[in-house]
């Protein structure tokens, strides 16, 4: 038990306590405001209510001042204002330092306990262990030395006992047993030992007493007390009278040890000669005891030795009393001056020694007097400073304002203006980081809306490329929620079938705009070996993908940006058979110019080289036998993909830390480009799940290639048909069969676009120069010239596409004069009768090369990159003339399976939000439902009170006043509670059962936090995302709107 005199401890610490829970409560609430959007922990409607009263305080507070301002402005308020101003900051800051020097002392104060608390327990433990041990050797001595006869104990046996059993008592100096000798047993024991009873302190031989306690055995340290009769002495004499006595140990006031100036104690067991009965009586004992078993404690040797191991640099001072009288406490250990450090701290220990007849305690204080901490005399003086220059700033302010009067009246208008837009800036970023999802909803379902209408091909590619941002938008937000799900392993992938070709697709759709700006080559390629269709999760897949090309677009100025996807046994093959040819992947001789757009790269797989390698599959796939040995496509498929780029690389120095979470290459990059520093590390972990890896090489100045590999299933399609299929989706027939020319300096590039021609089934060849393709033209190689008319471009080449900066920036716009004057007559023949269509591909395009582009005969339809299959369709249908209705891409049409689920169907929307409801009323319309909208809960549990006729119900989670979870926790129960009113009066049937519990679907942006246990733990059926999308519809309701299942 500890007693404490520097404080109170119990309020401090029910004080602290307190303002630790409140802390927590408030954490508690904004994570969940912040985290889940929905407020579990802090009602959606309360926040709100509250925000709006603070806003309008706010909104308030600045006219009152202007008005304040403006009566007293002439007069001496401000004077006093800016005193009582100094007043309070200066209290504020009194109070300040005084409580945190406060909290210090506190501190200091318990850690003085928790020193002194471990040192008494320490030192107490090993007190009860040495007189433990002390009992025992009673036990040895009794059965070794009193029950045997003759004896088998002689003083070497106990001396070396001792001495190897010494650790058990470490406080301890030394151990001895004295013999209880009656007055007329001396002589006869003395013949025996062959020495005299001696006295204790003087050594002579000992008078005649009426009973003697000579020592007989001893340890090696004490071995002086042999023959020493213990009861000469004061001390030893009242001990061994109190340990015979009452049966058990009995401890010493403190003294001056025998032929020792220190002080110490002795601890005394009594021996005796039979078992006795534990209510024995005094007499009972002292007329059993035949010996004397004690130990004797050096007290400042020893506990100094003991606490020497803790005290360390502490600077603590420790005393130890003996306080068996309280008025007069006797020092057995330390100094006499620790009342003096009083100011220091000071707290008492109470000791246990196993008497109970003596009291003892442990002082300790510290050694130094505390001292200011440099933080509380820095933040109260911070605070004082802070509290000046703000009233000498209200003071120079009020007195430019007595200036300015007349003129702040004329703009208090324009004033209130701004600050109530401040105060709309405010509150929108109080809320967005859960209600950013409500609009961005609001515009990807009126997108998908917009799509659903009779769209043109160029409008409806506009509108998907506006969803497919959006979408990504609402996936980058989420990035932050997904790095808190990695770390905490709850992470889970998706296993659909999806088109890699059509994601790559989608990728660059998002970049486009960036990419045409900056005026940089984006391009992806994929091996025609890939599967047209795989099975994994592809909104992770695109992730990855997006991550790494966005870093890929920041650091880019110029030059390109390289997306290639390969079977990962090709990308192995040939680093063997680079590594066979004594070349690297970091051989300088691999990083020529001839890359995608002719800058050096940092790796050299993906240059025109490699590719020749790549489509030399023999070369590639040759075996030691002499065989050529293709990779099978079997059930699983691993991908190697690349993004290659040509910016500014990352420093050798922070290489090391590119997938550390929140960290930047340095932070010039991080204010120069932006970012949270995530990405990196949010792909690495979303490939490892996907049981592959990712690396990098990367050369400052010159650019880096991200490279990972990802485990995928090869999807249905590709097994049935055994082929590996060349296009991406089901694209117009329209083109099949054609031939186009690709005329590029560059060969990887025009690879690149004959890829994608190629998707669409056209017959495609590259040539690098202008002289080859105009001998292409003339008939040289292979095309005939029998005519000029339809027949020659039916067996020839339909069309010419022609990179803008095809040999070095603007020289592919001359290429339309070169026809004419190569071709003459035909190619102005070609070119007048709209036969030969001659197309220009460029990154970015001026309006002064446009218009150079057009008087030099170019199709008025120019295919801007990076290409796509949609854009490039589209392109490529107007450029041809292809502009009857029927042969542009036409409108989405609902799907027969949820149209015939959901047609005539009577179903409730509940939502607060107006556009999340014409969201969802128009997609589910769509489908033929019959939709009511409501905008609160309360009204919901109103319509679907039994009898309705409603067959489902989509509920909002998130709503003022009541939340979607606690309307359908009453919906049930009044659904329960009609069936058990029918089961009373006779009425229940099968059928009510069926007919009153009207499936409720969770309706909501925050997918992560509407989980599927949360909705059936109040009583809903399952969740749709907003906006709706098909599938998920159809998944969510087919279990209930089956028709087979509908009685």
Not at 280 to 290: C, D, K, L
Not at 666 to 687: E, F, K, Q, V
Not at 767 to 790: C, H, K, R
Request: charged content about 20%; aromatic content about 8%; hydrophobic content about 40%.
């Amino acid at each position: 038990m500890c007693q404490s005199k520097w404080m109170k401890m119990e309020e401090n610490k029910g004080g602290m306590d307190g303002s630790l829970d409140g802390g927590e409560d408030k954490k508690k609430n904004c994570s969940n405001v912040n985290g889940n959007g929905n407020g579990n922990g802090w009602p959606y409607a309360s926040s709100r209510n509250r925000g709006n009263r603070i806003i309008a305080g706010l909104s308030s507070w600045p006219q009152a001042v202007d008005g304040f301002l403006s009566g007293r402005i002439g007069g001496k308020w401000y004077r006093i204002m800016v005193l009582l101003w100094l007043i309070v900051g200066t209290s504020v800051a009194a109070w300040t330092f005084y409580s945190m020097s406060r909290e210090i002392s506190r501190r200091r104060h318990e850690s003085l306990v928790n020193l002194c608390v471990e040192r008494a327990k320490m030192l107490q433990d090993q007190f009860v262990a040495s007189m433990n041990h002390v009992r025992a050797l009673t036990v040895l001595v009794s059965t070794f030395h009193l029950e045997m006869t003759p004896s088998v104990l002689y003083q070497e046996v106990f001396a070396a006992y001792t001495a190897r059993t010494a650790f058990e008592r470490p406080l301890m100096s030394g151990v001895a047993y004295a013999q209880r000798v009656m007055q007329s047993e001396r002589e006869e024991f003395e013949r025996l030992q062959g020495w005299k009873v001696r006295h204790m302190y003087t050594k002579e031989v000992q008078p005649t007493q009426e009973e003697y306690a000579p020592a007989v055995f001893s340890q090696e340290t004490v071995s002086y007390l042999i023959s020493l009769d213990m009861m000469s002495g004061q001390h030893d004499r009242e001990n061994i009278l109190r340990a015979r006595e009452s049966g058990k140990g009995a401890l010493t006031t403190p003294f001056k040890l025998l032929d020792s100036s220190h002080l110490g104690v002795v601890f005394t067991f009594a021996v005796y000669s039979k078992e006795l009965p534990p209510h024995a009586t005094p007499q009972e004992r002292t007329e059993a005891t035949v010996g004397y078993l004690g130990g004797a404690f050096d007290v400042e040797s020893l506990v100094e030795n003991l606490l020497h191991q803790l005290a360390g640099n502490l600077g603590i001072i420790v005393n130890v009393y003996d306080t068996t009288n309280k008025s007069d406490p006797v020092l057995m250990y330390g100094s006499e001056n620790i009342q003096n450090n009083v100011l220091n701290g000071h707290h008492i220990c109470e000791l246990d020694f196993a008497d109970p007849d003596r009291n003892h305690e442990m002082h300790c204080s510290f050694s130094d007097a505390p001292q200011y901490s440099f933080s509380v005399i820095r933040t109260s003086a911070g605070i004082f400073v802070i509290v000046v220059l703000v009233g000498h700033i209200l003071f120079a302010a009020i007195n430019r304002i007595k200036k300015v009067e007349e003129d702040f009246r004329k703009m208090q208008e324009l004033k209130a203006r701004a600050e109530a837009a401040d105060v709309a800036k405010s509150q929108f970023l109080a809320t967005v980081s859960h209600e950013i999802r409500t609009p961005m909803n609001g515009v990807l379902g009126m997108l998908q809306m917009l799509m659903d209408t009779n769209l043109d091909a160029t409008q409806k590619d506009y509108a998907q490329t506006a969803q497919s941002s959006g979408k990504a938008l609402i996936t980058l937000i989420n990035e932050v929620l997904d790095q808190a799900k990695i770390e905490s392993g709850r992470l889970e992938l998706e296993t659909v079938a999806f088109n890699i070709r059509s994601v790559l697709d989608s990728v660059l759709s998002l970049f486009s705009a960036k990419v045409q700006a900056k005026g940089i080559e984006l391009a992806v390629f994929v091996s025609e070996r890939v599967p047209e269709v795989v099975i994994g999760d592809p909104g992770r897949f695109q992730q990855i993908i997006t991550n790494l090309v966005c870093n890929s677009v920041k650091f880019t100025m110029k030059g390109h940006i390289f997306i290639c996807v390969h079977r990962a046994e090709e990308v192995s093959m040939l680093t063997q058979w680079l590594s066979s040819s004594k070349k690297s992947i970091e051989d300088p001789a691999l990083h020529n110019s001839d890359t995608l757009s002719g800058l050096e790269a940092a790796d050299g797989r993906n240059n025109w080289e490699s590719f020749k390698l790549l489509f030399n599959s023999e070369a590639i796939f040759l075996e030691s036998d002499g065989k050529v040995k293709f990779p099978k496509l079997t059930d699983d498929v691993k991908l190697a993909v690349s993004v290659e780029d040509t910016g500014i690389g990352i420093p050798i120095h922070a290489q090391h830390r590119v997938f550390t979470p929140f960290m930047q290459a340095d932070s010039s990059t991080s204010r120069t480009h932006g970012g949270t520093g995530i990405g990196l590390s949010i792909s690495r972990c979303l490939i490892e799940l996907m049981g592959g890896e990712i690396r990098f090489i990367s050369r400052p100045g010159v650019g880096s290639t991200f490279s990972f590999t990802a485990l995928l299933k090869v999807g249905q399609e590709n097994r049935e048909s055994g082929d590996i299929l060349l296009g991406s989706a089901k694209l117009t027939s329209q083109f099949r069969g054609m031939k186009a020319l690709v005329l590029d300096g560059k060969p990887v590039r025009s690879l690149v676009t004959k890829h994608h021609l190629q998707r669409f089934g056209i017959e495609v060849k590259t040539v690098t120069s202008s002289q080859l393709a105009l001998s292409m033209l003339n008939g040289m190689d292979g095309f005939p010239t029998e005519s000029y008319g339809n027949d020659c471009v039916k067996d020839g080449i339909d069309m010419v596409l022609i990179e803008k900066d095809a040999w070095g920036p603007g020289t592919g716009l001359l290429f339309p004069s070169e026809v004419r004057a190569g071709l003459f007559p035909r190619g102005p023949f070609l070119q007048s009768k709209g036969l030969l269509k001659i197309i220009l591909l460029a990154t970015s395009l001026t309006p002064e090369e446009t218009q150079k582009a057009k008087a030099a005969g170019f199709a008025e339809t120019v295919i801007m990159k990076p290409l796509r299959a949609s854009m490039l369709a589209i392109c490529l249908q107007l450029a041809l003339g292809f502009k009857r209705r029927e042969h542009l891409i036409e409108p989405s049409k609902p799907s027969v399976p949820l149209s015939s689920v959901l047609s005539g169907k009577c179903l409730l929307v509940v939502d607060d939000n107006i556009v999340n409801r014409r969201v969802a009323a128009g997609a589910l319309k769509k489908y033929g439902a019959n939709v009511t909208c409501t905008d609160s809960g309360k009204s919901a549990i109103s319509l679907l009170q039994p009898p309705h006729n409603f067959d489902a119900c989509f509920m909002d989670v998130q709503m003022p006043e009541m939340d979607g979870f606690e309307a359908t926790r009453q919906i049930r129960a009044a659904e329960l509670f009609n069936m058990e009113r029918k089961s009373n009066c006779g009425e229940m049937q099968v059928v009510h059962s069926k007919r009153w519990h009207v499936p409720i679907l969770a309706m909501t942006a925050d997918v992560i936090q509407a989980t599927h246990e949360e909705c059936l733990r109040c009583g809903m059926d399952g969740y749709v995302s907003k906006p709706f999308e098909e599938e998920q519809l159809y998944k969510a309701l087919a279990p209930f709107f089956d028709k087979s299942s509908i009685p």
